[in-house]
C-alpha cells in the first residue's frame, strides 16, 4: 500500500509495539505529530517540559520495562536537546530509539532555520545513527534500529528524518519485528573449561555483578552461583537488583562509597568472577592495586570490555546469563568455611552506620524502602542522596534501581520516574534527588501533573550541591567555591504551582507520614526533606587511591 513518511513511520512503531512516546513537537516534525494524532488511541504521546526531560522518560520506560523506549523531537534545538540523555543511555547500556526530525532535502548543509548536524553530534553516544532523506529506505531503517538497540549489549539509536521523508510516498509492506535473541554466538567451550578449573582452583572467591546481569535477567542464575562456589557477593551502582541485596551473601556495593567489606574482601580475594562489569574508575580506584591477589575471570557480553579498564587473567564472551547456563552444570559445589566466616566477620565490624539521631539521607532511604516493603523502582538524580539510595536501600531485583552511573546525569530521576511509571504503572515509583538537582528538571512535575503520573519526588534537601561540598570539606580546605544554595526558593510552593501536592519534612518523626499520604494520594507528590548541610556519604575511597584505603566517620575522628 501506498503511504507517505509519517505514516510509514507510524506504522512501523506499531509494529514495534511501541505503545508510548515522549517527546516534544516543532516545525520540521510536524507532519510526524500530524499522523500521531490520528492513532492517540494506540499510541500515548507524553508531552514533556523539555525534551531533556523527554529523552530521560524513553530511558526510564525502557530501563523498568526492559523494552525500547521511544523519544521524539524536532530539528535544531529540539534535537540538541535529547543529547544529554542519549548519553546516559549510552553509558549504562539502555534501549533508547530517538527520532528527530531535520529540514527539507533541498536545504540541508545551507545553516537553515533550526538546522543541526544532529547525526554527527550524536556519533560517539549512539549505538548507530542514520539520517532518512529517501522515504524509500524509512522502513528499513526503523526496524534495523530496534534490532540494534536490543541486541548484544544493549543502547540507543538516533533516526533522523528530512522534512521531506515524512511528507512523500512511498509504498508500504507490514513485517513482524525482528527477533532477538540473547548473544551467545562467541561463548567459546575452551574459554568455558578455563573458567572451570579457576573456579575450582580457588580458595577465596568472590562474586562481582554488575549492570550487564541486571540487563540480561541473570538473577537466578547467579544466585545458583554464588551458593554453589560458596562466594560472597558484591555488586556496582548498576548492578543493583541482580542479586538480592537482603542475601546474607551480599556484602554491599564496590568502590568509592562501597562498603568496607567489599572493597577489603576484593582487595584480599583469589579470584574475582566479574559478571557483567566494565571496571568502572568508581569501581577500581588505583587500577594498578585493584584485586591485586586475584585472578580475574571476566563475563561479557561485549568484547571491547575485556582488558579495557583492568588487565584480567580469562574471560567469556556472551550474553551473561547464557553464559552462566553453561558454566553452572560443570561447577561442583564447593565450601569455603574459612572464607565466608572472614567475610561474615568484616560485615559485623563494619556495618553501614550513620547519626539515627536526626533526620539524615540515610534515614529517609531506610523510610521509604519500609513504606514501600522494598518493592518500589527507586529513580535517583546524582550525589550523595545517590549513593545513599544505593547503600540504604536493599533491591530485590533487576530493573528496580534506575540510576544515571556512566555519565552521572543530574536531572536525569523525575524524567526517568515518569517514564517507568508509564511502563510500569502498577508499581510505585519514587525518585529520590538532591536539591541540586532538582533544580536541573524540576519543570517535569508539570508533566507528572498534567497526566497525573503519580511519582513520588523525595527531595534530600541540604540547601548545597551536597557532594561537590563533602569534596571541598575533605580535600580542598573547605572553600565552598559555588555550592551553597541558601536562597529563597521554596520547593513545597513550586510543587504546588506545578500541579502536584507539596508536603515539607523536617524531623524524623514526620517522614513515615509523609510518606504515607503519598502513597494514598494517587498523585505526583513533592516531599521536600530539609538535612543538614555537612551530612557525608561514608565509607569512601579517596580518589586515585586503592579501595582497600576505604575510610569512614570514625577512621577521621582517629
Not at 523539555?50 to 520495562?65: L, M, N
Not at 556496582?236 to 562509597?257: N, Q, V
Not at 565490624?349 to 518493592?375: C, R
Request: hydrophobic residues 40%.
Amino acid at each position: 500500500m501506498k503511504l507517505n513518511g509519517s505514516q510509514i513511520l507510524i506504522e512501523c512503531l506499531k509494529e514495534q509495539g511501541v505503545d508510548t512516546i515522549f517527546g516534544y513537537p516543532g516545525g520540521a516534525i510536524l507532519n510526524v505529530y500530524d499522523e500521531l494524532y490520528r492513532h492517540s488511541s494506540e499510541i500515548r504521546h507524553i508531552l514533556t517540559s523539555h525534551e531533556q526531560g523527554a529523552s530521560h522518560a524513553a530511558d526510564g520506560y525502557a530501563r523498568a520495562t526492559g523494552k525500547v523506549g521511544v523519544c521524539f523531537a524536532t530539528s535544531g534545538p529540539g534535537a540538541t536537546n535529547l543529547v544529554t540523555g542519549i548519553a546516559t543511555a549510552y553509558m549504562d547500556s539502555v534501549p533508547v530509539v530517538a527520532i528527530t526530525a531535520n529540514v527539507g532535502n533541498a536545504l540541508l548543509g545551507r545553516d537553515s532555520f533550526q538546522e543541526v548536524d544532529i547525526r554527527g553530534i550524536t556519533m560517539p553516544v549512539t549505538k548507530h545513527n542514520y539520517i532518512v532523506s529517501d522515504v524509500t529506505k524509512l522502513a528499513e531503517t526503523v526496524r534495523s534500529a530496534f534490532r540494534i538497540a536490543k541486541e548484544g549489549r544493549p543502547g540507543p539509536v538516533l533516526i533522523d528524518l528530512t522534512k521531506n521523508a515524512t511528507a512523500d510516498v512511498a509504498e508500504y509492506t507490514p513485517a513482524k519485528p525482528y527477533e532477538v535473541f540473547p548473544f551467545d554466538g562467541e561463548i567459546r567451550q575452551e574459554d568455558i573449561d578455563t573458567a572451570v578449573r579457576m573456579i575450582s582452583r580457588s580458595r577465596k572467591p568472590f562474586l562481582f555483578v554488575g549492570g550487564g546481569a541486571s540487563i540480561a535477567n541473570a538473577q537466578e542464575e547467579l544466585k545458583e552461583l554464588a551458593e554453589k562456589i560458596d562466594a560472597p557477593v558484591t555488586d556496582s551502582l548498576m548492578g543493583k537488583g541482580a542479586f538480592p541485596g537482603t542475601d546474607e551473601r551480599y556484602c554491599g556495593m564496590l568502590g568509592m562509597h562501597g562498603t568496607k567489606t567489599a572493597n577489603l574482601g576484593v582487595s584480599g580475594c583469589d579470584l574475582l568472577i566479574t559478571v557483567g562489569a566494565r571496571f568502572s574508575d568508581r569501581v577500581t580506584g588505583n587500577a594498578k592495586k585493584f584485586a591485586r591477589h586475584a585472578r580475574i575471570l571476566q563475563i561479557d557480553v561485549d568484547p571491547a570490555e575485556i582488558n579495557k579498564n583492568i588487565l584480567v587473567d580469562a574471560s567469556i564472551i556472551g550474553d551473561v546469563r547464557e553464559v552462566l547456563k553453561r558454566l553452572l552444570p560443570r561447577i561442583e559445589p564447593q565450601k569455603h568455611e574459612d572464607w565466608m566466616e572472614y567475610i561474615m566477620s568484616l560485615k559485623a565490624k563494619y556495618p553501614l552506620k550513620y547519626d539515627d539521631s536526626v533526620l539524615t539521607g540515610p534515614y529517609i532511604v531506610e523510610q521509604i524502602y519500609k513504606a514501600t516493603g522494598g518493592d518500589a523502582i527507586i529513580t535517583t538524580e546524582v550525589g550523595q542522596h545517590q549513593m545513599w539510595a544505593a547503600q540504604y536501600y536493599s533491591y530485590q531485583r533487576p530493573h528496580q534501581f534506575l540510576t544515571s552511573g556512566g555519565l552521572g546525569t543530574m536531572g536525569y530521576g523525575l524524567g526517568a520516574a515518569i517514564g517507568a511509571k508509564c511502563g510500569c504503572p502498577d508499581k510505585t515509583v519514587i525518585n529520590i534527588a538532591g536539591d541540586g538537582c532538582f533544580r536541573m528538571n524540576m519543570n517535569e512535575i508539570a508533566t507528572a501533573a498534567r497526566y497525573n503520573i503519580p511519582v513520588i519526588e523525595v527531595i534530600v534537601n541540604n540547601h548545597v550541591l551536597g557532594m561537590v561540598r563533602q569534596w571541598q570539606t575533605l580535600f580542598y580546605g573547605k572553600r565552598y567555591s559555588q555550592t551553597i544554595l541558601d536562597d529563597a526558593v521554596d520547593y513545597v510552593k513550586v510543587a504546588e504551582a506545578l500541579g502536584a501536592v507539596g508536603i515539607r519534612v523536617e524531623k524524623k518523626e514526620e517522614m513515615a507520614p509523609a510518606l504515607e499520604k503519598a502513597m494514598s494520594l494517587g498523585r505526583p507528590v513533592v516531599i521536600d526533606c530539609v538535612i543538614d548541610r555537612d551530612d557525608k556519604v561514608f565509607p569512601m575511597v579517596p580518589a586515585g587511591q586503592a579501595i582497600d584505603e576505604v575510610f569512614d566517620q570514625d577512621d577521621l575522628k582517629d
